[in-house]
């Protein structure tokens, strides 16, 4: 594993000592020493924490604060060091970086480790008479995310360091670096629906009640919903089935009980809540009961003076202007964006959760010198 002893001298150089440590959800330890090897020597104070319990936990956190003058405005990166598992086929150890060319391969590379570097990088070439920078990461994002992005937020409210505005590292773009950044997200509900039955012959269905039928009916109904036509920023909110369960393995008898699992994403028309209960009304109708999970709520950034400062940065970096957006999955975002305005912008995501994960290493440098345009102008905003 490549060692970060100081602050590092390339973006390259630390995103390959992040990606050597391992670190599937939920990430502890080792790639958190390696993260707070960067930043301590360059002036930031390092709160780690570990928070929750099994099954959702226990999570690392880190939250790492150079403070500015007083009444300075403060400007958080927020991100995670966790990644999804690797599985099998890789042409090179996933653990073990290695650049091929101008690409730099691993698990992480750029989901996303490579922005959590080129922030590093970029915070180090920031003034500290300039503001308060901080970093909000944590090991839990691709997982459950119970007690991580909502656990430091609870920390950067005990500390006292709530930022004025924040940016998250996700990778948001799409062909080329810049073309894209994300402005907003659609909130996620999932829904579970269950049916109770009477069992019973299929020979005699008089003397049964067969929990089936009235779960297809509850979801076609369900399915034939327009919640929306879309809005200015957002696509149409979407409700699709993603399970059906009966397990039932005799072909002669009608179960007891049938189950099945939906899925909304939705924009800012809709609440977690809202939807929930117009679910839950319609499971009753046909006999049914619905429990709902919220991952998270739609949120949006308007464009504005913030969008700007990340367009200007891009586009003096890149040469062009990225496309405000609101599509995708969630993210951390949707948590941060209670505490002040959020925007993420981070790498091209055409490998993401892919095997041969993989980031070309010269946008790594403009991404880092992307990263410091923004946190300057949003320190010196009003």
């Known amino acids: ?40 020597p360059i002036g930031f104070e390092v709160i780690r924490f570990v928070a929750g319990e099994a099954p959702d936990g226990p999570v690392e956190n880190m ?10 405005r403060h400007f958080a990166f927020a991100g995670h060091l966790d990644v999804v598992p690797p599985g099998e086929g890789w042409t090179s150890a996933p653990f073990a970086p290695e650049i091929r060319g101008e690409l730099l391969y691993g698990r992480g590379a750029v989901d996303m480790k490579g922005s959590i570097a080129a922030m590093a990088v970029a915070a180090r ?29 609870e920390k950067m ?17 799409v062909n080329r670096l810049g073309d894209m950044a994300k402005i907003g997200r659609r909130g996620s509900v999932n829904i579970f629906l269950d049916v109770e039955g009477v069992q019973g012959h299929v020979a005699y269905p008089h003397l049964a ?24 920023w957002f696509q149409a909110s979407n409700l699709e089935v993603t399970d059906l369960t009966v397990g039932n393995p005799a072909h002669n008898v009608i179960p007891a009980k049938a189950s099945a ?9 809709h609440t977690g809540t809202s939807l929930s209960e117009k679910v839950t009304q319609i499971a009753a109708r046909h006999g ?54 959020v925007i993420e912008f981070g790498l091209c995501n055409a490998t993401m959760h892919k095997r041969d994960e993989a980031v070309a290493v ?12 923004i946190a300057i102008a949003a320190l010196a905003s009003n």
């Open 63 to 72: 939250l790492a604060i150079r403070r500015g003058p007083e009444g300075s």
């Open 288 to 341: 049914g009961s619905a429990r709902a999970l919220i991952s998270g709520e739609a949120f949006l950034t308007p464009p504005g003076a913030f969008s700007d400062m990340v367009s200007a940065a891009i586009e003096a970096e890149t040469g062009h202007k990225p496309e405000l957006s609101t599509s995708g999955g969630t993210s951390d975002a949707r948590f941060l964006k209670d505490l002040s305005p």
């Open 362 to 373: 010269p946008d790594l440098e403009v991404l880092a010198r992307i990263y410091r345009r």
């Open 125 to 153: 070439d920031i003034p500290a008479e300039a503001g308060t920078l901080s970093f909000v990461i944590t090991g839990d994002e691709e997982g459950p995310a119970r007690y991580g992005t909502l656990a430091l937020i």
């Open 1 to 40: 594993m490549t060692q970060i002893t100081a602050a590092p001298q390339t973006v390259a150089h630390l995103a390959q000592a992040l990606i050597a440590c391992p670190s599937v959800t939920p990430a502890r330890g080792m790639v958190f020493d390696c993260l707070e090897a960067a930043l301590a």
């Open 261 to 269: 699992r939906i899925s909304i994403r939705f924009n800012d028309r």
């Open 157 to 173: 409210r005990e500390v006292g360091a709530i930022p004025d505005l924040c940016l998250v590292g996700e990778p948001t773009s």
């Open 209 to 232: 009640d067969n929990p089936i039928t009235r779960l297809v009916a509850m979801l076609t109904e369900l399915k034939a919903l327009v919640l929306d036509e879309g809005t200015d």
